[in-house]
């Protein structure tokens, strides 16, 4: 029996984003069947007939964002601890009211993480928290794709496999969740874990080849002071950092933790030498420009690992450390810190971002059928509106590629689509009521920061 399509007309598409140069299309149609999308052309150039056709004469369609590194929950501590730097932040501010966080806090600040995603266009999302399997309730009932799995820190949440949140969630329902591991960093978790949390995904991916593939997502190389911090967590662990190992990356190559399945967050303090060493071992990475700004972290070289081949995606990281999980934020910040750190203002030009934060980040993630407009991809959509004034002139079809990125913020997103149904039309999020979880939000949030 054939599936439900639908045919989205709209003034123009972004597609080609899998390529590092995005086309626009003017004048555009995608045919959807189901959850997947059969054709996208000039519409006047299909002849199907589709049981819905859907108007959108003045916006343009591109795939639904990527946030390829987030913590989902931490929109519970937005504007709680700001303008620290990154041990202090964490160690005096973020682990001691987290040990004081239940499920269901995690619950309703997934919830609200997914509806502000949704809102601003990202229909992927990669969170690492604890509680992750109210994150994936939450994100399911929201409707945005979500990867998470349980955190590993030595001494706060010691090594666990997730056989549970694997057979509830990976790659069901649509495949609106998948499971990862993730080790929260090397200064953080002991060579040991990482070895087994490895061999555990390695094994997974080959004895389950028909299921989506499992990731390892952690955190490399964010701050200059990160082999200092390495090296004191050894001294606590009792064991013994390599003697050649200078930098993280070394580090992590030296103790056999890099692999073809692991995501690096950051990748921020990555000498050229040690570009060679994450694209040789096949390393992913989500570049976050916003929180690295914030926590005063460099620029990472970013233009260098797309020159390497590697697969990067750029996420937001944490509310707490952003203070939004808007994607146009992220791919404006990203486009221009490259630029005036590097101090070459060709650098990053906006199509190769909006390669990033849609392909690139699903990619970078192990999901391989999200991220373009093109027969085959899930049809997660979005439509933005261009009836907007810091929208206009538009002149060439390019032109939108430099406006989405420069220009557009993620309110402008009006109507977005995954898996072929509609979880936003008009603005108003279809699937939860908004207001509800505003107020269940807000109490329960202050509830929690009134623990403190
Ligand atoms: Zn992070």
């Known amino acids: 029996m054939n599936s439900e399509t639908t045919l989205l007309k709209a003034k123009y598409a972004i597609h080609?984003?899998?390529?590092?140069?995005?086309?626009?299309?003017?004048?555009?149609?995608?045919?959807?069947?189901?959850?997947?999308?059969?054709?996208?052309?000039?519409?006047?150039?299909?002849?199907?007939?589709?049981?819905?056709?859907?108007?959108?004469?003045?916006?343009?369609?591109?795939?639904?964002?990527?946030?390829?590194?987030?913590?989902?929950?931490?929109?519970?501590?937005?504007?709680?601890?700001?303008?620290?730097?990154?041990?202090?932040?964490?160690?005096?501010?973020?682990?001691?009211?987290?040990?004081?966080?239940?499920?269901?806090?995690?619950?309703?600040?997934?919830?609200?993480?997914?509806?502000?995603?949704?809102?601003?266009?990202?229909?992927?999302?990669?969170?690492?928290?604890?509680?992750?399997?109210?994150?994936?309730?939450?994100?399911?009932?929201?409707?945005?794709?979500?990867?998470?799995?349980?955190?590993?820190?030595?001494?706060?949440?010691?090594?666990?496999?997730?056989?549970?949140?694997i057979s509830e969630f990976h790659g069901k329902n649509d495949d609106a969740v998948r499971i990862s591991m993730n080790p929260h960093a090397p200064y953080t978790v002991s060579p040991d874990d990482y070895q087994k949390i490895n061999e555990f995904v390695r094994d997974f991916n080959l004895k389950h080849e028909t299921l989506p593939p499992m990731i390892v997502h952690t955190h490399i190389a964010e701050a200059d002071d990160e082999m200092k911090a390495i090296r004191s967590f050894a001294e606590r662990e009792g064991f013994s950092v390599p003697a050649d190992a200078e930098t993280p990356v070394q580090y992590m190559n030296a103790i056999n933790a890099?692999?073809?399945?692991?995501?690096?967050?950051?990748?921020?303090?990555?000498?050229?030498?040690?570009?060679?060493?994450?694209?040789?071992?096949?390393?992913?990475?989500?570049?976050?420009?916003?929180?690295?700004?914030?926590?005063?972290?460099?620029?990472?070289?970013v233009q260098e690992y797309l020159n390497a081949q590697m697969k990067v995606g750029l996420g937001t990281d944490s509310a707490c450390s952003n203070n939004t999980l808007d994607m146009f934020g992220t791919m404006k910040a990203t486009a221009i810190l490259q630029k005036g750190f590097f101090h070459l203002a060709t650098r990053l030009p906006a199509p190769q971002i909006i390669h990033m934060a849609t392909y690139g980040g699903a990619q970078a993630m192990g999901w391989t059928e999200v991220g373009d407009l093109k027969r085959g991809m899930y049809a997660d959509i979005i439509a933005i509106d261009l009836n907007k004034p810091h929208l206009h002139p538009i002149p060439s079809t390019q032109t939108l590629l430099s406006h989405i990125v420069y220009a557009a913020k993620g309110s402008d997103v009006s109507d977005a689509m995954v898996g072929g149904k509609w979880k936003m039309r008009n603005r108003t999020v279809l699937s939860v009521n908004l207001e509800e979880v505003l107020n269940q939000f807000e109490q329960e949030a202050l509830a929690l920061l009134n623990k403190r």
Not at 118 to 139: C, D, I, K, V
Not at 145 to 165: Q, V
């Open 258 to 301: 890099l692999t073809d399945f692991t995501l690096a967050a950051h990748a921020i303090e990555v000498p050229a030498s040690d570009i060679e060493i994450l694209a040789k071992t096949g390393v992913s990475v989500s570049i976050n420009t916003e929180s690295n700004m914030k926590l005063a972290n460099r620029a990472a070289p």
């Open 16 to 165: 080609n984003t899998s390529s590092p140069s995005p086309q626009v299309l003017e004048n555009a149609g995608v045919l959807i069947e189901g959850n997947k999308i059969v054709e996208v052309n000039q519409w006047d150039k299909m002849d199907h007939t589709a049981d819905t056709v859907v108007d959108l004469p003045h916006h343009v369609l591109m795939p639904g964002l990527v946030n390829a590194h987030s913590h989902a929950a931490m929109t519970l501590f937005r504007g709680y601890a700001d303008d620290l730097p990154l041990q202090e932040w964490l160690n005096d501010y973020i682990w001691p009211i987290e040990r004081k966080m239940t499920p269901e806090d995690v619950l309703i600040g997934a919830k609200l993480a997914a509806i502000e995603a949704l809102m601003s266009g990202t229909t992927l999302f990669n969170s690492q928290y604890w509680h992750p399997r109210q994150e994936a309730l939450a994100f399911r009932e929201v409707g945005v794709r979500l990867l998470c799995g349980p955190p590993t820190l030595s001494g706060m949440a010691e090594l666990r496999f997730p056989h549970d949140l």
